[in-house]
């Protein structure tokens, strides 16, 4: 039986978590659009979105361990996604500037052919710190906002925008490893 693990995601972030941690893997991000236009809550809604990609990974390889995550950020009561532009992404980090806010990932892990799968979620707080417009400019300089849910990024240049995080900082990154390790252990699979 091929139990390779299968990353159905081309987020960079969420392969180096799961290289750092050990895992051996190969990638497939099926060209699934994440949807918003659904009235769930944040919980809900990235775990619809996970769902929807790992099925669609799983589906073209059904002997695959298929590991498939979504994120988004929550605040106020709104999902904020992915910024479609950069003066979106202004105005994200001009809302966030100053709070808190729900960073919420929902994973999914699934082998088709064993007919077996399993969900779980976690939920972390930011605290953004508060930001000038030029503080904002500089950090949109170096970072590439539009591939981001809420239009930031915890590592690299985060640190000059969040004050702390409360919960699971590789939650913030794009997976919640402190989760997903016991749960491919149930599938059998381990850190090298």
């Given at each position: 039986m091929d139990t390779t693990l299968l990353l159905a995601s081309n987020s960079p972030r969420r392969r180096e978590l799961l290289l750092e941690a050990g895992f051996d893997f190969e990638?497939?991000?099926?060209?699934?659009?994440?949807?918003?236009?659904?009235?769930?809550?944040?919980?809900?809604?990235?775990a619809f979105n996970a769902i929807r990609k790992g099925m669609a990974a799983a589906r073209?390889?059904?002997?695959?361990?298929?590991?498939?995550?979504?994120?988004?950020?929550?605040?106020?009561?709104?999902?904020?996604?992915?910024p479609k532009d950069k003066n979106e992404a202004v105005m994200m980090l001009e809302r966030l500037s100053g709070r808190a806010h729900a960073v919420c990932t929902s994973v999914f892990v699934c082998q088709l052919a064993e007919s077996r799968s399993t969900s779980l979620h976690e939920i972390s707080w930011v605290c953004f710190r508060r930001l000038t417009p030029a503080t904002i400019d500089n950090y949109l300089d170096r970072v590439n906002p539009l591939d981001k849910a809420g239009a930031y990024a915890a590592q690299g240049f985060g640190s000059e925008i969040i004050e702390k995080i409360e919960g699971?900082?590789?939650?913030?990154?794009?997976?919640?490893?402190?989760?997903?390790?016991?749960?491919?252990?149930?599938?059998?699979?381990?850190p090298l």
């Amino acid at each position: 039986m091929d139990t390779t693990l299968l990353l159905a995601s081309n987020s960079p972030r969420r392969r180096e978590l799961l290289l750092e941690a050990g895992f051996d893997f190969e990638t497939f991000g099926p060209s699934v659009a994440e949807r918003f236009d659904v009235d769930l809550t944040l919980r809900e809604l990235t775990a619809f979105n996970a769902i929807r990609k790992g099925m669609a990974a799983a589906r073209r390889r059904p002997k695959n361990v298929v590991l498939a995550a979504d994120t988004l950020v929550s605040i106020d009561n709104d999902v904020l996604g992915k910024p479609k532009d950069k003066n979106e992404a202004v105005m994200m980090l001009e809302r966030l500037s100053g709070r808190a806010h729900a960073v919420c990932t929902s994973v999914f892990v699934c082998q088709l052919a064993e007919s077996r799968s399993t969900s779980l979620h976690e939920i972390s707080w930011v605290c953004f710190r508060r930001l000038t417009p030029a503080t904002i400019d500089n950090y949109l300089d170096r970072v590439n906002p539009l591939d981001k849910a809420g239009a930031y990024a915890a590592q690299g240049f985060g640190s000059e925008i969040i004050e702390k995080i409360e919960g699971s900082y590789t939650n913030v990154v794009g997976l919640p490893m402190e989760k997903i390790i016991p749960a491919l252990a149930e599938f059998g699979i381990m850190p090298l």
